[in-house]
Structure formats: structure tokens, C-alpha cells
Nanobody, 124 residues
Framework: QVQLAESGGGLVQAGGSLRLSCAASGRSISLYGMGWFRQAPGKEREFVTAIEWNNENTYYADSVKGRFTISRDSAKNTVYLEMNSLKPAETPVYYC?????????????????WGQGTQVTVSS
């Protein structure tokens, strides 16, 4: 069973950058599609980005295209989310999740398990 743990969240000024990490344990995630989602208080969890199991395809929400980058380090069994030009509205909790079918899906239902989340706060 895969367990996921996010880290790297924190406080950053608007326009700044952060890199989130999602470390997997229990088994290799090399055959999993991996996704990042975020959820603000009182709002639904939304898709941010995902990477296919073979790293050949990545997908991004329109709101983060050109600013966020997802990547995977198979040797470290870790997925990263590089976030640049952060906006004050982007202060939700960020979650990573694994898709055993290997695809880079934008659907929440495709993913299990999920990490516990990491808070990102962007100050204006």
C-alpha cells in the first residue's frame, strides 16, 4: 500500500516560488499516475496538475499553466510541484495523490490514496 506525505508548504510573498514534495513509501510509485490538487476553505478540491506513469505526459489546470511544473524523481520515489509567480488567492491546502491506473487524470475519483496535505499561504 502506498503512503504519501507532502512537504514544502509555507508562507511566501505574492510573486514568489515554492517547491512542494510528495514522498511515497510502502511501494514504488513508478507505475502510478500522480496528481496534485488543492482545496481552499469552504471550496471543493480542485485539480492542479498530473503526470503520467511514464512521465511522458503532464497536464495542468488552465489557472496554473506556465507557472507550475510537476516532476517525478523515481529514484527518490518522490513527486514535486514547482510553483512560481504565486498569487494571493492561491492559499489552499495542496494534496498529492496516486492513480494506480497510471494515467494523468484530472478527476479526483481516479486517485487513491491521498496525502495529508500541506498548507501554502501567499501574502499580498
Amino acid at each position: 500500500q502506498v503512503q504519501l506525505a507532502e512537504s514544502g508548504g509555507g508562507l511566501v510573498q505574492a510573486g514568489g516560488s515554492l517547491r512542494l514534495s510528495c514522498a511515497a513509501s510502502g511501494r514504488s510509485i513508478s507505475l502510478y499516475g500522480m496528481g496534485w490538487f488543492r482545496q481552499a476553505p469552504g471550496k471543493e478540491r480542485e485539480f492542479v496538475t498530473a503526470i503520467e506513469w511514464n512521465n511522458e505526459n503532464t497536464y495542468y489546470a488552465d489557472s496554473v499553466k506556465g507557472r507550475f511544473t510537476i516532476s517525478r524523481d523515481s529514484a527518490k520515489n518522490t513527486v514535486y510541484l514547482e510553483m512560481n509567480s504565486l498569487k494571493p488567492a492561491e492559499t489552499p491546502v495542496y494534496y498529492c495523490a496516486a492513480n494506480k491506473w497510471g494515467s494523468a487524470s484530472s478527476s479526483l475519483q481516479a486517485y487513491a490514496p491521498w496525502g495529508q496535505g500541506t498548507q501554502v499561504t501567499v501574502s499580498s
